[in-house]
């Protein structure tokens, strides 16, 4: 079983940054991609960033520029430091883990965002 814990949600003002964190435990083998997805009330679940494990990244079109991604293979840690935070950034950010082998997929509890003034 593969666990992830996610920190670093709240509430910040326009302009603000935030740092998510995400540490994954269990049989994640060697071989994973891990992500940030963001879920607003009322929408679907997107996408945010995207990182795999040779350290290629993908980013949302609304956060390039912005948020950046990052992990620690050695720590089995996902970050995602969030800058120029703007309202639409408010969602329930989602920590996701991909295992290659066996396939799998694996989701955090959700961490709140809310960028407000």
């Known amino acids: 079983q593969v666990q992830l814990v996610e920190s670093g949600g709240g509430s910040v003002q326009p302009g603000g940054s935030l740092r998510l964190s995400c540490a994954a435990s269990?049989?994640?083998?060697?071989?994973?991609?891990m992500a940030w997805y963001r879920q607003a009330p009322g929408k679907q679940r997107e996408l945010v960033a995207l990182i795999t494990s040779s350290g290629s990244t993908n980013y949302a079109d609304s956060v390039k520029g912005r948020f950046t991604i990052s992990r620690d293979n050695a720590k089995n840690t996902v970050s995602l430091q969030m800058n120029s935070l703007k309202p639409d950034d408010t969602a329930v950010y989602y920590c996701?883990?991909?295992?290659?082998?066996?396939?799998?997929?694996?989701w955090g509890q959700g961490t709140q965002v809310t960028v407000a003034s």
């Open positions: 996701y883990l991909r295992r290659e082998v066996p396939g799998a997929t694996y």
């Open positions: 269990g049989s994640i083998g060697s071989i994973y991609t």
